[in-house]
């Protein structure tokens, strides 16, 4: 099963990816993970990336294309995984469906996790405080600042790919405002039919 997760910064991706890849035992592949554990090991991807994440820009595609491409040949992802934050742009996935037709395989569902935008500044500053009270690192790009500039390039260049999968037959939209365990229900339903 490969499952693409849509949704703006805060919409509660990366919470239901990780609950989905746990009861599903499928990998959860998050390109921002990936590339902030790129800028800790201070690759080369790491360096180029860092300026850009932290101005809440979006990295390359190419770049992006490629660090996916190399993690889904990985043999844990032989049964499936689940992508959290790619793709995030048209071109993006049409590189994705080269990348997965090169080697035999598709896109099973793609989620979108619909939320009330105006509540997310709100939950952004909940996250923070949860982070910090946990005695966590806060991310460099989760601050009001750079979050409303993330917002801002999700509904420019992200939110184009919701009428992409629509045609393809493949989306599902999910309400996110639901409490986080009423969204994973609806998820588990959805996915159980895809
Ligand atoms: P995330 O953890 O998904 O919120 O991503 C954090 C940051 O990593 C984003 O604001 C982008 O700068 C970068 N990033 C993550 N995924 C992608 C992607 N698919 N394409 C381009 N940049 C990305």
Same mark, same amino acid.
């Given at each position: 099963?490969?499952?693409?997760?849509?949704?703006?910064?805060?919409?509660?991706?990366?919470?239901?990816?990780?609950?989905? =890849?746990?009861?599903?035992?499928?990998?959860?592949? =998050?390109?921002?993970?990936?590339?902030?554990?790129?800028?800790?090991?201070?690759?080369?991807?790491?360096?180029?990336?860092?300026?850009?994440?932290?101005?809440?820009?979006?990295?390359?595609?190419?770049?992006?294309?490629?660090?996916?491409?190399?993690?889904?040949?990985?043999?844990?992802?032989? =049964?499936?995984?689940?992508?959290?934050?790619?793709?995030?742009?048209?071109?993006?996935?049409?590189?994705?469906?080269?990348?997965?037709?090169?080697?035999?395989?598709?896109?099973?569902?793609?989620?979108?996790?619909?939320?009330?935008?105006?509540?997310?500044?709100?939950?952004?500053?909940?996250?923070?405080?949860?982070?910090?009270?946990?005695?966590?690192?806060?991310? =460099?790009?989760?601050?009001?600042?750079?979050?409303?500039?993330?917002?801002?390039?999700?509904?420019?260049?992200?939110?184009?790919?919701?009428?992409?999968?629509?045609?393809?037959?493949?989306?599902?939209?999910?309400?996110?405002?639901?409490?986080?365990?009423?969204?994973?229900?609806?998820?588990?339903?959805?996915?159980?039919?895809?």
């Amino acid at each position: 099963m490969i499952v693409v997760f849509l949704g703006p910064p805060g919409a509660g991706k990366g919470t239901q990816a990780a609950y989905i =890849s746990a009861k599903r035992d499928i990998p959860q592949l =998050s390109t921002g993970d990936m590339l902030r554990a790129a800028i800790a090991a201070g690759s080369d991807v790491g360096r180029q990336a860092k300026a850009i994440i932290d101005r809440g820009d979006l990295v390359s595609d190419e770049i992006v294309a490629g660090i996916v491409s190399e993690r889904i040949d990985m043999s844990d992802c032989e =049964s499936g995984f689940l992508l959290d934050g790619f793709p995030r742009t048209i071109e993006q996935a049409h590189m994705l469906d080269r990348i997965l037709a090169g080697k035999g395989r598709d896109i099973s569902c793609v989620l979108e996790l619909v939320v009330d935008e105006g509540a997310l500044v709100d939950r952004l500053n909940s996250r923070i405080s949860d982070a910090k009270a946990r005695g966590d690192e806060v991310r =460099s790009d989760d601050n009001v600042e750079t979050f409303q500039k993330r917002l801002g390039v999700y509904q420019e260049q992200t939110a184009p790919l919701v009428p992409f999968y629509e045609g393809k037959g493949v989306l599902k939209k999910i309400d996110g405002m639901q409490p986080v365990e009423v969204v994973s229900a609806d998820i588990d339903r959805i996915l159980d039919e895809c």
